[in-house]
């Protein structure tokens, strides 16, 4: 018998048929009150060491479709260790084929992190002396808005803040920010120490908790994308980024890391604010010497592929990077993963992966070690 379900956390998919294990044809939902989607996670129970193909049949319409060319799927019996799996895009449907080793198997866009994970993060994160967790309100959902204070509070110190996962199918953000808390509440870590004498880390593990949950790909509970939200918020509407700007308003911001998953391109980079108003040569040099310290503490890291860079005065300022860039006057990226592999490092078994994501996170405190003091 075979039985497909996607009914528990961050879960999305539809069945359309399930006949035999060779013709198993599904379809992704969508967000909800949205087009956008992208995000699959489903368990299949059936027979093991058969061949299955399952055929995801709307792929081809989906938010991103060139992001399914050269893409592994991912799946995991156990759920913590994520394999990729063989997958073919027509053009239109996402072929898997895979002959099972166990009778349950679970498949998903990339490695998930749950929100009882998230859970886990904030509490365990809370139990360092180094770090508060603060509850800044709820999303329309009802769920908690937290948020992570790492040091001692003090005027002399900078403030760096850190958000991730404003597009809840972009979950590799989460896994770098555990990465990211691990090391620096290492207090054997001389980084991490030399870090938290200079500056105050402000980290928001899961921007859209309700999306996350929801299975959605880059939307809220009613199909806001938070990262277009940043220039008018609103509670009714968005009130993940509202309560979080209000607080960034209320301490103020000297640097800011948005993290994020990028469908298409093969590799770790960033995307600067070079087209807001607020740009100027000392924001140039620190960007400058941020990427050169992180491309020194991570050969994961990159500057030869990524975004188009901004003309002066050309950015879209509803996004989180570009406001909070130009609203205090800092250094501000956007770091982007892939869902696909890092194609100067590529891995064939894992691709990029939870455990590259969260080493990745590890990495990128040199480089902000590098620029904290001229911020």
């Not at 809840?168 to 953000?173: D, F, I």
């Not at 130009?326 to 894992?350: A, I, S």
């Not at 455990?355 to 990745?360: E, L, N, S």
């Amino acid at each position: 018998m075979i039985k497909i379900t996607s009914n528990f956390d961050s879960g999305n998919i539809e069945v359309i048929a399930a006949t035999s294990p060779t013709d198993i044809r599904l379809n992704i939902r969508q967000d909800n009150q949205s087009e956008f989607y992208q995000w699959f996670h489903f368990r299949l129970s059936t027979t093991e060491r058969v061949e299955h193909r399952l055929r995801i049949e709307n792929c081809g319409d989906s938010a991103y479709p060139k992001g399914w060319a050269d893409y592994q799927a991912v799946a995991s019996y156990d759920r913590e260790t994520w394999f990729r799996v063989e997958t073919h895009f027509d053009g239109q449907a996402l072929e898997i084929r895979h002959h099972p080793e166990h009778n349950s198997i679970y498949f998903a866009y990339f490695a998930p992190y749950s929100y009882e994970r998230h859970q886990d993060l904030l509490h365990e994160a809370q139990t360092s002396p180094l770090c508060e967790l603060h509850e800044l309100g709820e999303t329309l959902d009802g769920r908690d808005m937290s948020l992570l204070v790492v040091g001692e509070p003090d005027d002399s110190k900078k403030k760096v803040w850190i958000t991730a996962r404003q597009h809840p199918g972009e979950s590799m953000a989460e896994w770098f920010v555990e990465g990211l808390l691990e090391r620096l509440l290492d207090e054997d870590d001389a980084v991490a120490k030399v870090l938290l004498q200079n500056a105050v880390f402000y980290i928001v593990p899961n921007m859209n908790p309700d999306g996350s949950v929801r299975g959605h790909l880059r939307t809220n509970a009613v199909g806001a994308n938070l990262n277009r939200e940043w220039q008018t918020p609103t509670m009714e509407r968005s009130p993940e980024v509202f309560l979080v700007r209000e607080k960034m308003l209320e301490t103020g911001v000297d640097m800011f890391l948005d993290i994020h998953g990028d469908e298409n391109l093969p590799y770790n980079f960033v995307a600067g604010s070079e087209g807001v108003p607020a740009f100027n040569d000392r924001i140039d040099k620190l960007q400058e010497r941020f990427k050169a310290a992180w491309l020194m503490a991570s050969p994961d890291f990159q500057t030869t592929h990524g975004y188009a860079i901004d003309a002066p005065g050309q950015a879209n300022m509803t996004l989180g990077t570009t406001w909070v860039s130009n609203q205090f006057e800092c250094l501000g990226y956007t770091v982007e993963m892939p869902f696909k592999d890092n194609n100067d490092l590529p891995d064939e078994l894992y691709g990029w992966s939870d455990v590259r994501a969260a080493q990745f996170g590890r990495d990128v405190l040199p480089a902000v070690l590098a620029v904290v003091k001229d911020l």
